[in-house]
């Protein structure tokens, strides 16, 4: 039997750069994908998915209605999961968030609240920030969900309003406009009475996310649940 060609190139560019753990920069083994065993196991987990009345669905208590939200890991400063969000968000490690999304999705597949979710929507990134960065660092995740869960992965509903310099500064009283401004949404009658499932990269304060929850709420009949890669420790 011949070698596989591809296999071959692949194994000989391994030789002169081997693929690295996105964790700790350890060369991973043949039988590791983006990050190491090590650090797979050095991951703190919320395990929010065994408890719907998490740490992260109380954020949102008496700010927005939500159906469900969940965390998949916590972010400590200095941590593992610090190093690949930061890969993920500034260097182009994007099977992150694939890798965390197929992981996650195991998890989340046998939840009764999210089985009944129409559409998988990422918080949308600011237009300026999308061309410097040249994608949105939810998207791998959200589509790897959306794949595994088999729900449609949607990024047109919602997204970020881009103000003129001189709107963006004050609204009509001469106050500074506030994040809730920010998001809006493009809806035809086939997107009412639809459950969302809202997903952004780290809960810190919420903020962005109930905003994105009120701007979806705007459409007749919406539910939305959140699921987020990693929830800030505090
Ligand atoms: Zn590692």
Redesign the pocket.
Known sequence: MFPNPNRMFQNILNLFFPP???????V?LSNENT??????H?IPLTNHHLNPENEAFKKFYGRVPIEYAAAFVYFHKKG?VQELIHNLKYRGHEAIGTLLGKWYAEELKTNSILQTVDAIIPVPLHPKKLRERGYNQVTEFGKALAEELEIPFNTQILYRQVYSKTQSQKNRFGRTEGIDTVFDVHFTLSDQNKHFLLIDDVITTGATLEACTKALLKIPGTKVSIVCMAMADS
């Open positions: 690295v753990c996105s964790g700790c920069k350890a991973l990050i190491c065993t090590v650090c797979r050095e593992i």
